[in-house]
Protein backbone atom coordinates (compact mmCIF):
# COMPACT_ATOMS: atom_id res chain seq x y z
CA UNK A 1 0.00 0.00 0.00
CA UNK A 2 0.92 3.38 -1.22
CA UNK A 3 2.60 5.52 2.07
CA UNK A 4 4.12 8.63 3.13
CA UNK A 5 6.44 9.69 5.48
CA UNK A 6 7.50 13.10 6.40
CA UNK A 7 10.19 13.13 9.60
CA UNK A 8 10.06 16.34 10.86
CA UNK A 9 6.49 16.55 13.69
CA UNK A 10 7.86 20.20 14.40
CA UNK A 11 10.40 22.10 13.02
CA UNK A 12 11.41 25.99 14.77
CA UNK A 13 12.76 28.71 12.86
CA UNK A 14 13.80 31.77 12.91
CA UNK A 15 13.25 34.55 10.12
CA UNK A 16 15.71 34.33 7.57
CA UNK A 17 16.30 31.01 7.58
CA UNK A 18 16.43 28.32 5.66
CA UNK A 19 14.19 25.54 5.21
CA UNK A 20 13.76 21.86 4.00
CA UNK A 21 10.89 19.21 4.97
CA UNK A 22 11.87 16.08 4.30
CA UNK A 23 8.88 13.72 2.48
CA UNK A 24 9.39 10.12 1.31
CA UNK A 25 7.31 7.91 -0.15
CA UNK A 26 6.43 4.20 -1.04
CA UNK A 27 4.99 2.94 -3.71
CA UNK A 28 5.91 0.53 -6.70
CA UNK A 29 4.30 2.43 -9.85
CA UNK A 30 4.46 6.24 -11.31
CA UNK A 31 2.81 8.55 -8.83
CA UNK A 32 1.73 12.33 -8.64
CA UNK A 33 3.77 14.16 -5.59
CA UNK A 34 2.46 17.51 -3.73
CA UNK A 35 2.81 19.32 -1.08
CA UNK A 36 -0.36 21.32 0.68
CA UNK A 37 -0.39 24.01 3.29
CA UNK A 38 -2.50 24.68 6.08
CA UNK A 39 -2.67 28.23 7.97
CA UNK A 40 -4.12 28.39 11.16
CA UNK A 41 -7.71 27.53 11.30
CA UNK A 42 -7.83 27.87 7.42
CA UNK A 43 -8.25 24.98 5.28
CA UNK A 44 -5.47 23.09 3.01
CA UNK A 45 -4.21 24.86 -0.08
CA UNK A 46 -1.86 23.62 -2.88
CA UNK A 47 1.72 24.68 -2.58
CA UNK A 48 3.44 22.98 -5.38
CA UNK A 49 3.31 19.17 -7.53
CA UNK A 50 5.22 17.43 -9.67
CA UNK A 51 3.97 15.38 -12.29
CA UNK A 52 6.70 14.54 -14.86
CA UNK A 53 9.36 16.60 -16.51
CA UNK A 54 11.75 18.90 -14.36
CA UNK A 55 12.14 17.31 -11.36
CA UNK A 56 12.48 20.36 -9.30
CA UNK A 57 9.22 22.22 -8.71
CA UNK A 58 8.40 25.84 -8.03
CA UNK A 59 5.47 26.71 -6.34
CA UNK A 60 3.88 29.78 -4.92
CA UNK A 61 5.67 31.80 -1.78
CA UNK A 62 8.68 31.25 -2.98
CA UNK A 63 8.54 27.49 -1.91
CA UNK A 64 10.11 24.83 -4.50
CA UNK A 65 10.39 20.68 -4.05
CA UNK A 66 12.65 17.99 -5.63
CA UNK A 67 11.76 15.15 -6.50
CA UNK A 68 14.40 11.83 -6.51
CA UNK A 69 13.17 9.11 -8.14
CA UNK A 70 16.07 6.85 -6.95
CA UNK A 71 15.57 8.00 -2.56
CA UNK A 72 11.57 8.13 -3.10
CA UNK A 73 11.94 11.63 -1.85
CA UNK A 74 10.29 14.96 -2.67
CA UNK A 75 11.44 17.59 -0.22
CA UNK A 76 10.19 20.61 0.21
CA UNK A 77 12.93 23.80 0.86
CA UNK A 78 12.21 27.81 0.98
CA UNK A 79 16.00 29.60 1.07
CA UNK A 80 14.27 32.28 3.41
CA UNK A 81 11.24 32.06 6.19
CA UNK A 82 8.97 34.30 7.18
CA UNK A 83 6.73 34.31 10.11
CA UNK A 84 3.85 34.22 7.79
CA UNK A 85 5.35 30.87 6.63
CA UNK A 86 4.27 29.46 10.29
CA UNK A 87 1.72 26.26 9.23
CA UNK A 88 1.42 22.92 9.14
CA UNK A 89 2.82 21.63 5.69
CA UNK A 90 1.73 18.27 4.31
CA UNK A 91 3.27 16.35 1.61
CA UNK A 92 0.85 13.61 -0.28
CA UNK A 93 1.13 11.46 -3.67
CA UNK A 94 -1.73 9.75 -5.83
CA UNK A 95 -0.99 7.79 -8.68
CA UNK A 96 -0.63 8.24 -11.87
CA UNK A 97 -3.99 9.41 -13.81
CA UNK A 98 -5.96 9.33 -10.72
CA UNK A 99 -7.91 12.15 -9.39
CA UNK A 100 -5.71 15.01 -8.05
CA UNK A 101 -7.99 14.73 -5.11
CA UNK A 102 -7.47 11.21 -4.44
CA UNK A 103 -4.63 11.77 -2.59
CA UNK A 104 -2.63 9.71 0.35
CA UNK A 105 -0.73 12.09 3.09
CA UNK A 106 1.82 12.24 5.18
CA UNK A 107 1.01 13.32 8.99
CA UNK A 108 2.07 17.10 8.34
CA UNK A 109 5.05 19.08 9.42
CA UNK A 110 4.42 21.94 11.54
CA UNK A 111 6.51 25.53 11.29
CA UNK A 112 6.56 27.69 13.71
CA UNK A 113 8.45 30.50 12.61
CA UNK A 114 9.74 33.13 15.12
CA UNK A 115 10.08 36.41 14.29
CA UNK B 1 -16.78 30.79 -7.59
CA UNK B 2 -16.83 31.07 -3.74
CA UNK B 3 -14.89 27.86 -3.39
CA UNK B 4 -15.68 24.31 -1.71
CA UNK B 5 -18.11 25.26 1.02
CA UNK B 6 -18.96 23.02 4.14
CA UNK B 7 -21.89 23.71 6.82
CA UNK B 8 -21.30 23.82 9.85
CA UNK B 9 -18.10 25.19 10.90
CA UNK B 10 -18.44 23.86 14.25
CA UNK B 11 -20.86 21.11 15.22
CA UNK B 12 -20.70 19.83 19.12
CA UNK B 13 -23.05 17.07 19.23
CA UNK B 14 -23.49 14.48 22.39
CA UNK B 15 -22.25 10.67 21.97
CA UNK B 16 -25.63 8.83 20.40
CA UNK B 17 -26.85 11.67 18.13
CA UNK B 18 -27.24 11.69 14.51
CA UNK B 19 -24.68 14.17 12.99
CA UNK B 20 -24.68 15.27 9.47
CA UNK B 21 -22.04 17.24 7.58
CA UNK B 22 -22.84 19.31 4.06
CA UNK B 23 -20.41 20.12 1.23
CA UNK B 24 -20.88 22.24 -1.65
CA UNK B 25 -18.36 21.35 -4.48
CA UNK B 26 -16.65 23.53 -7.51
CA UNK B 27 -19.50 24.19 -10.25
CA UNK B 28 -18.42 21.87 -12.71
CA UNK B 29 -16.07 19.63 -10.90
CA UNK B 30 -16.74 16.19 -11.25
CA UNK B 31 -14.96 14.31 -8.08
CA UNK B 32 -15.51 14.86 -4.89
CA UNK B 33 -13.81 13.64 -1.23
CA UNK B 34 -14.56 13.71 2.65
CA UNK B 35 -11.72 13.81 4.45
CA UNK B 36 -11.07 13.23 8.03
CA UNK B 37 -8.19 14.88 9.64
CA UNK B 38 -7.41 14.17 13.61
CA UNK B 39 -4.41 14.21 15.87
CA UNK B 40 -3.22 10.69 15.85
CA UNK B 41 -3.75 9.69 12.41
CA UNK B 42 -3.78 12.79 9.93
CA UNK B 43 -5.75 13.57 6.84
CA UNK B 44 -7.39 10.09 5.11
CA UNK B 45 -9.41 9.77 2.74
CA UNK B 46 -13.14 8.24 3.97
CA UNK B 47 -14.95 8.43 0.43
CA UNK B 48 -14.68 9.74 -3.04
CA UNK B 49 -17.74 10.44 -5.66
CA UNK B 50 -17.08 11.11 -9.63
CA UNK B 51 -20.35 12.23 -11.15
CA UNK B 52 -22.25 11.79 -7.90
CA UNK B 53 -21.54 7.72 -8.13
CA UNK B 54 -19.36 6.34 -4.99
CA UNK B 55 -16.19 5.27 -6.25
CA UNK B 56 -14.46 4.12 -3.36
CA UNK B 57 -15.60 4.07 0.48
CA UNK B 58 -12.95 1.53 1.84
CA UNK B 59 -11.88 4.43 3.72
CA UNK B 60 -15.28 4.96 5.89
CA UNK B 61 -14.33 3.79 9.95
CA UNK B 62 -17.48 1.87 10.30
CA UNK B 63 -21.04 1.09 9.47
CA UNK B 64 -22.24 4.27 11.43
CA UNK B 65 -20.58 6.52 8.54
CA UNK B 66 -22.18 7.22 5.33
CA UNK B 67 -22.16 9.69 2.63
CA UNK B 68 -24.62 10.74 -0.28
CA UNK B 69 -24.04 12.79 -3.04
CA UNK B 70 -28.14 13.25 -4.49
CA UNK B 71 -26.63 15.67 -7.36
CA UNK B 72 -23.46 17.67 -8.47
CA UNK B 73 -24.03 20.04 -6.42
CA UNK B 74 -24.41 18.81 -2.42
CA UNK B 75 -23.00 16.02 -0.78
CA UNK B 76 -23.84 15.16 2.92
CA UNK B 77 -21.37 13.22 5.56
CA UNK B 78 -23.51 11.48 8.22
CA UNK B 79 -22.55 9.50 11.20
CA UNK B 80 -25.10 7.82 13.51
CA UNK B 81 -24.97 7.27 16.57
CA UNK B 82 -21.70 9.52 16.96
CA UNK B 83 -19.00 8.72 19.09
CA UNK B 84 -16.66 10.44 21.21
CA UNK B 85 -13.51 9.34 19.02
CA UNK B 86 -15.45 10.64 15.62
CA UNK B 87 -14.24 14.31 16.82
CA UNK B 88 -12.35 15.67 14.19
CA UNK B 89 -12.02 17.84 11.40
CA UNK B 90 -13.91 16.99 8.56
CA UNK B 91 -12.90 17.77 4.76
CA UNK B 92 -14.16 17.66 2.07
CA UNK B 93 -12.53 18.57 -1.15
CA UNK B 94 -14.04 18.49 -5.33
CA UNK B 95 -11.63 18.37 -8.33
CA UNK B 96 -11.83 18.05 -12.28
CA UNK B 97 -11.04 15.04 -14.02
CA UNK B 98 -7.44 14.71 -14.45
CA UNK B 99 -4.98 17.07 -16.12
CA UNK B 100 -2.21 19.04 -15.67
CA UNK B 101 -3.69 21.94 -15.00
CA UNK B 102 -5.47 21.42 -11.99
CA UNK B 103 -5.77 20.62 -8.53
CA UNK B 104 -7.92 19.45 -6.12
CA UNK B 105 -9.58 22.55 -3.60
CA UNK B 106 -10.69 21.77 -0.18
CA UNK B 107 -13.25 23.36 1.93
CA UNK B 108 -12.68 25.11 5.48
CA UNK B 109 -13.98 21.89 7.03
CA UNK B 110 -16.55 20.93 9.80
CA UNK B 111 -14.81 20.53 13.36
CA UNK B 112 -17.03 17.77 14.85
CA UNK B 113 -16.82 17.76 18.74
CA UNK B 114 -18.71 14.59 20.32
CA UNK B 115 -19.40 14.88 24.03
Known amino acids: AQSVSQHNHHVILSEAASLELGCNYS??????LFWYVQYPGQHLQLLLK??????LVKGIKGFEAEFIKSKFSFNLRKPSVQWSDTAEYFCAVNEDGGSQGNLIFGKGTKLSVKP | DAGVIQSPRHEVTEMGQEVTLRCKPI?????LFWYRQTMMRGLELLIYFNNNVPIDDSGMPEDRFSAKMPNASFSTLKIQPSEPRDSAVYFCASSEAFRLNTEAFFGQGTRLTVV
Open chain 1, 27 to 32: YGGTVN
Open chain 1, 50 to 55: YFSGDP
Open chain 2, 27 to 31: SGHDY
